[in-house]
């Protein structure tokens, strides 16, 4: 009867403990990356490989969704703003849209979902492997050849996608605005100028999703470093890593919108 | 080291970043901020610059010469003291007048100038004296209230 009562309890007492034990622990890893990271900036090849897996391969789910956001944006905008009889200031609405939050937000959601999860697996599958301690015992230190360039590769992926989400986006809301709906390019464009500011916009959503790609980046490797090594951990590890991702995406984007904006 | 396909690839999608970047800065914003040496300021003193604002245009026969860059109280005569920035290829008259209006119906408020008649310039840091103030709202529609009830009483 009283194991009724106390049970829950230990499991919530341990769920806390656990949560921040591994808080504590994602920290030194971050500091333990940026300690190791001289070698691998060294060594630009395992960097550039990963940003190949990271980002070029990202490159088509990042530029279709920007098309098909940038063209939803141009649709639902066109239609709200016509009811005011503002509908010139479409191309402002979508560059504005795009460039403080969806450009960042959603293109780290992406990432997460795609680079991220496949950065957990491979990590995982690596320690579950006995990989990351075959490494150690011929004296490579597997946080600088595996973990740091994963790293930094995802930091350097990721404004790049969002800078291209947005181009695409905008280029989206063009072709409903301009090519379909047909109103006059010139306005589209020069509303668009007229209102968006190079520092306050442009360079607040790249710093926002330079943020994001630190953030998503270490929680990807930081999941597959610590996963189970067991088939079902490595699985677990790379649900908790979108999971993860997506709800502090969310917290920052709002925490970064209360700093900026 | 050797080059590979990989490098291509990602050299290709870095100079695509670079170039969304650069896409970004000239054509969705305005990457053509006036700087300090192109331009002059003028000051101007309203009774009340209702929402005016920074950066708000300032336009002459509609066309934009420059921007506001400061609105202070000033301590001494307790009116808004505006700070513009005014194009250097734009000379104003010393009888010029200023005047806050809005554009359109819902639009923000821009200072509006017009020249007087006089051959002499302003020269920079100078003080537009003839001006005009926003239009408040609650002061219009007090002023046609009044005016409302004064028609009353003299009937």
Redesign the interface.
């Known amino acids: 009867m009283l194991d009724l009562i106390t049970s829950p309890l230990r499991r919530l007492g341990h769920a806390v403990i656990n949560a921040v034990w591994r808080l504590g622990f994602a920290s030194r890893f971050l500091l333990a990356i940026l300690a190791n990271s001289g070698q691998s900036l060294l060594r630009l090849q395992l960097t550039i490989r990963e940003i190949y897996f990271a980002g070029v391969m990202s490159l088509i789910i990042i530029v279709v969704s920007g098309l098909f956001v940038g063209m939803v944006l141009g649709l639902q905008g066109y239609t709200t703003l016509a009811k005011f009889g503002s509908a010139d200031a479409l191309g402002a609405m979508v560059a504005l849209a795009l460039l403080r939050e969806l450009g960042p937000v959603l293109a780290a959601l992406l990432f997460a979902s795609r680079a991220g999860s496949a950065m957990t697996a491979e990590i995982g599958l690596m320690k579950t492997t006995e990989q990351l301690d075959a490494m150690s015992v011929m004296a490579v230190n597997p946080m600088a050849r595996v973990i740091a360039p994963r790293f930094w590769a995802g930091v350097i992926s990721m404004p790049i996608l969002a800078a291209l989400f947005n181009v695409v986006g905008v280029f989206g809301g063009y072709l409903v605005g301009v090519v379909m709906i047909g109103l006059d390019a010139g306005t589209f464009w020069s509303q668009m100028q007229s209102n968006v500011d190079l520092h306050y916009d442009v360079i607040n959503g790249i710093i926002k999703s330079l943020v994001f790609g630190i953030a998503v980046t270490l929680i990807a490797v930081f999941e597959g470093y610590d996963a189970t090594p067991t088939a079902a951990g490595v699985s677990a590890a790379t649900t908790r890593t979108v999971v993860t991702s997506a709800l502090v995406i969310l917290a920052l984007d709002f925490v970064l919108t209360a700093f900026m904006f | 080291?050797k080059r590979s396909t990989?490098?291509l690839?990602?050299g290709?999608?870095?100079a695509?970043?670079i170039a969304?970047?650069t896409?970004?800065?000239l054509?969705?914003?305005?990457?053509t901020?006036q700087s300090a040496s192109q331009t002059y300021v003028l000051y101007a003193d309203f009774d009340n610059v209702g929402g005016l604002k920074v950066k708000a245009p300032i336009k002459e026969a509609g066309v934009l010469v420059g921007r506001v860059s400061d609105i202070r109280l000033d301590p001494k005569t307790y009116r808004a003291r505006v700070t513009m920035n005014i194009d250097k290829q734009y000379q104003m008259s010393d009888d010029v007048s200023a005047s806050i209006l809005t554009s359109g119906l819902l639009g923000e408020q821009y200072v509006g100038l017009q020249q007087g008649g006089s051959e002499n310039n302003l020269s920079a840091g100078g003080t537009i004296t003839i001006t005009s103030s926003a239009m408040v709202l609650e002061q219009l529609i007090g002023k046609f209230m009044t005016g409302f009830t004064g028609k009353d009483a003299s009937k």
């Open positions: 080291m990989i490098d690839w990602v290709i999608f870095v695509l970043g969304a970047v896409f970004l800065s054509k969705v914003a305005n990457l901020p």
